[in-house]
T-cell receptor, first 117, second 114 residues
Framework: GAVVSQHPSRVICKSGTSVKIECRSL??????MFWYRQFPKQSLMLMATSNEGSKATYEQGVEKDKFLINHASLTLSTLTVTSAHPEDSSFYIC?????????????FGQGTRLTVV | GENVGLHLPTLSVQEGDNSIINCAYSNSASDYFIWYKQESGKGPQFIID?????DKRQGQRVTVLLNKTVKHLSLQIAATQPGDSAVYFCAETKDTGGGNKLTFGTGTQLKVEL
């Protein structure tokens, strides 16, 4: 399958600072990328959907000004957690697909463990 | 907020036995379903998928069964191995494409005992 790489895999930041997570599709062009958050022993919850060159669509309850998503190219999307607080500590996972609709696939990154201290 | 006392359902099986992991999905309009395996600290890995026009699909050591009447999905793993230990999630979506928004189930922790 296609490869999606997330960086960093782990990050610790101080409360009040911002942290950026990158999601790259290494061997295909991803017109659509999804960002998920996963708390311990819970399922993946979709935060937002981003399409290359346009603004991200956020799920209900997700603050767009706190979780900034940029999808400036067909191989890179970034999630910036602004003014991070301990409750933002979580596992953030991206997935990338070649499009939406029938017969498309999504490929997941390995996740980023964010710890806010 | 803080989630206290949340536990993933756990299925413990002996090595070599068959495992059956169940999932109830929520949206009767969903027409594409995927099973994922997630090892600790990693992203989900695709295992097998099934479209709503099928009720069974087989892969290597895995079988997915779909019962649309009761909105139930199951994953059967034959001859379970220690490497199968992980959390398993079902996911559902519409338009028969994994590139669409996926809704994940709650997950089941599979523990394989030697």
């Amino acid at each position: 399958g296609a490869v999606v790489s997330q960086h960093p895999s782990r990050v610790i930041c101080k409360s009040g600072t911002s942290v950026k997570i990158e999601c790259r599709s290494l061997d295909f062009q991803a017109t659509t990328m999804f960002w998920y958050r996963q708390f311990p022993k819970q399922s993946l919850m979709l935060m937002a959907t981003s399409n290359e060159g346009s603004k991200a669509t956020y799920e209900q309850g997700v603050e767009k000004d706190k979780f900034l998503i940029n999808h400036a190219s067909l191989t890179l999307s970034t999630l910036t957690v602004t003014s991070a607080h301990p409750e933002d500590s979580s596992f953030y996972i991206c997935s990338a697909s070649t499009g939406t609709g029938r017969d498309t696939e999504a490929f997941f990154g390995q996740g980023t463990r964010l710890t806010v201290v | 907020g803080e989630n206290v006392g949340l536990h993933l359902p756990t299925l413990s099986v002996q090595e070599g036995d068959n495992s059956i992991i169940n999932c109830a999905y929520s949206n009767s309009a969903s027409d594409y379903f995927i099973w994922y395996k997630q090892e600790s600290g990693k992203g989900p890995q695709f295992i097998i998928d099934i479209r709503s026009n099928m009720d069974k699909r087989q892969g290597q050591r895995v079988t997915v069964l779909l019962n649309k009447t009761v909105k139930h999905l199951s994953l059967q793993i034959a001859a379970t191995q220690p490497g199968d230990s992980a959390v398993y999630f079902c996911a559902e979506t519409k338009d028969t494409g994994g590139g669409n928004k996926l809704t994940f189930g709650t997950g089941t922790q599979l523990k394989v005992e030697l």
